[in-house]
């Protein structure tokens, strides 16, 4: 695995939005480029939708 993320992404990301399967694609496709989960996942309601965040983190050399 590269030492870091491709294209210039930081090596962390707070990636946020409603909660609905455009949303889960986005984690998954970052998780697929190697990042990995970093904590617990957060919601709240707007008054109209769930919206989520979800911490990421490119990984140390191990």
């Known amino acids: ?4 993320p491709p294209d210039g992404m930081p090596r962390y990301r707070l990636l946020t939005g409603k909660d609905d399967a455009a ?3 986005r984690v998954s496709e970052a998780i697929e480029l190697g990042y990995r989960l970093y904590g617990s996942p957060a919601a709240t309601f707007n ?5 989520v965040a979800q911490a990421i983190l490119w990984p140390d050399d191990e």
């Open 1 to 4: 695995m590269p030492h870091t």
């Open 23 to 25: 949303f889960c694609r």
């Open 47 to 51: 008054g109209e939708n769930v919206v």
